[in-house]
C-alpha cells in the first residue's frame, strides 16, 4: 500500500519542486512597456474652415498615469490671425488589444494669443472630465509612435524625447 502512496505522491512531490513556468508577457503588455517615457508629438487636422495643429510632450508613467503640455493653434481660413491654447492635461491609460485607451480627467487650456476672447468662448468648458478615446497603435519603435485618433484626422506622430 505505501508503494502505491509512494508512485501517486513522486509525481505531485517533483512538480510542486520544479522551477515556476516563465510567464511570458503578452503583446499588450509588450506596448504597454514600449509606451514609457517621454514622446514629443503632433496632430494636424485640415478642414473646409481652416485647420488646427497640437504639438505636445506627453509622459506616460509606469501607474498608468500620464500627463501632457503643449500648445494647440487654430488657424481659421476667413481670419489672418491663429489662435493660440496652452494645453495641459492629466490623464490615465493603458494598451488593450493593441489600443491606446485614453482618459483625460482634467484639461487646462487657455488662450494666450488672445485672452480676451476666453469671455466669448471658453474652449476649456467644452472639455468634459473623463473623457475616454481609444486610438489604434500603427507604430511603436524604441523612437517612434504613430497612432490614429480619429479618422478625420492625420494620425498623430511622436518620437522620443528621453533617448
Not at 89 to 95: A, C, E, F, L
Request: hydrophobic share 40%; charged share 25%; net charge negative.
Amino acid at each position: 500500500m505505501s508503494f502505491r502512496i509512494l508512485l501517486v505522491l513522486t509525481p505531485l512531490v517533483l512538480a510542486a519542486c520544479s522551477s515556476p513556468q516563465r510567464i511570458e508577457p503578452t503583446y499588450d503588455e509588450h506596448l504597454e512597456s514600449a509606451l514609457l517615457g517621454t514622446w514629443n508629438c503632433t496632430l494636424e487636422a485640415v478642414f473646409p474652415e481652416g485647420a488646427l495643429m497640437l504639438s505636445s510632450t506627453d509622459q506616460y508613467l509606469p501607474t498608468g498615469k500620464a500627463n501632457s503640455f503643449g500648445e494647440l493653434v487654430f488657424h481659421y481660413s476667413e481670419y489672418e490671425d491663429k489662435i493660440v491654447y496652452s494645453v495641459a492635461t492629466s490623464d490615465s491609460w493603458q494598451v488593450v488589444d493593441g489600443n491606446l485607451l485614453f482618459t483625460t480627467h482634467d484639461a487646462r487650456i487657455k488662450n494666450i494669443s488672445h485672452p480676451g476672447m476666453d469671455d466669448i468662448l471658453n474652449i476649456e468648458e467644452l472639455f468634459p472630465e473623463d473623457v475616454s478615446t481609444a486610438s489604434r497603435i500603427q507604430e511603436l519603435t524604441g523612437d517612434r509612435l504613430v497612432f490614429h485618433v480619429d479618422k478625420e484626422f492625420l494620425p498623430v506622430e511622436c518620437d522620443r524625447a528621453d533617448i
